[in-house]
């Protein structure tokens, strides 16, 4: 039996302000998932002085995709640690991947995911969403000339990823245009059918 045999991932892709966050912490409670941002594991490693920590914070403030051997590796770590020291092997992993050879030497190297969880919303409500949260955040990230990169990002890199993995049939899409209650609704039927 492999390292991460046990693992069930799922990726949770969509735009920067669609609520890939809300709705995986969301999940987290009501299933016991464990809920893994990419962005955040990447912010970690800036704030803990991480050996590439000063090229990882320029790179995400510039709105530009953080090589994917840092990306994985982050992953792995927090994966490997959760299937041994827990009874949890549920992940939900937000934010990635970003490119088709990300997903790619992911499963490669961890494990195939068990499905992409698209999330997307109208371009407007985005937008707004993402100005409310800037103004409550100090995220490097959060800045509305970054935001129109990684809007501009999303669009020429994520689809792609979305449609391969269109193709064997491993996506589900919720569109969150509502509430985070009726969002939520949408996001949690889709794991109460598997």
């Given at each position: 039996?492999?390292?991460?045999?046990?693992?069930?991932?799922?990726?949770?892709?969509?735009?920067?302000?669609?609520?890939?966050?809300?709705?995986?912490?969301?999940?987290?409670?009501?299933?016991?998932?464990?809920?893994?941002?990419?962005?955040?594991?990447?912010?970690?490693?800036?704030?803990?002085?991480?050996?590439?920590?000063?090229?990882?914070?320029?790179?995400?403030?510039?709105?530009?995709?953080?090589?994917?051997?840092?990306?994985?590796?982050?992953?792995?770590?927090?994966?490997?640690?959760?299937?041994?020291?827990?009874?949890?092997?549920?992940?939900?992993?937000?934010?990635?991947?970003?490119?088709?050879?990300?997903?790619?030497?992911?499963?490669?190297?961890?494990?195939?995911?068990?499905?992409?969880?698209?999330?997307?919303?109208?371009?407007?409500?985005?937008?707004?969403?993402?100005?409310?949260?800037?103004?409550?955040?100090?995220?490097?990230?959060?800045?509305?000339?970054?935001?129109?990169?990684?809007?501009?990002?999303?669009?020429?890199l994520c689809y792609p990823v979305i449609e391969n993995f269109g193709k064997v049939?491993?996506?589900?899409?919720?569109?969150?245009?509502?509430?985070?209650?009726?969002?939520?609704?949408?996001?949690?039927?889709?794991?109460?059918?598997?």
């Amino acid at each position: 039996m492999g390292e991460f045999d046990r693992a069930h991932v799922i990726f949770v892709l969509g735009p920067a302000g669609v609520g890939k966050g809300t709705m995986c912490s969301l999940l987290q409670k009501e299933f016991n998932f464990v809920h893994l941002s990419a962005g955040a594991l990447l912010r970690k490693a800036v704030e803990e002085k991480y050996e590439k920590g000063e090229m990882i914070a320029q790179m995400m403030k510039d709105g530009i995709i953080v090589p994917k051997e840092i990306t994985i590796g982050l992953l792995k770590k927090e994966i490997r640690y959760y299937l041994e020291n827990t009874d949890r092997n549920t992940f939900l992993v937000d934010g990635f991947p970003r490119m088709i050879d990300q997903g790619e030497m992911f499963e490669e190297v961890i494990t195939p995911c068990d499905f992409v969880l698209f999330l997307h919303a109208d371009d407007e409500k985005l937008l707004k969403r993402l100005r409310k949260r800037a103004e409550n955040t100090t995220r490097i990230d959060d800045n509305e000339e970054s935001f129109q990169k990684r809007f501009q990002i999303y669009k020429e890199l994520c689809y792609p990823v979305i449609e391969n993995f269109g193709k064997v049939n491993k996506v589900k899409k919720a569109i969150l245009n509502s509430t985070i209650e009726e969002n939520y609704e949408k996001v949690r039927k889709i794991f109460l059918e598997d």
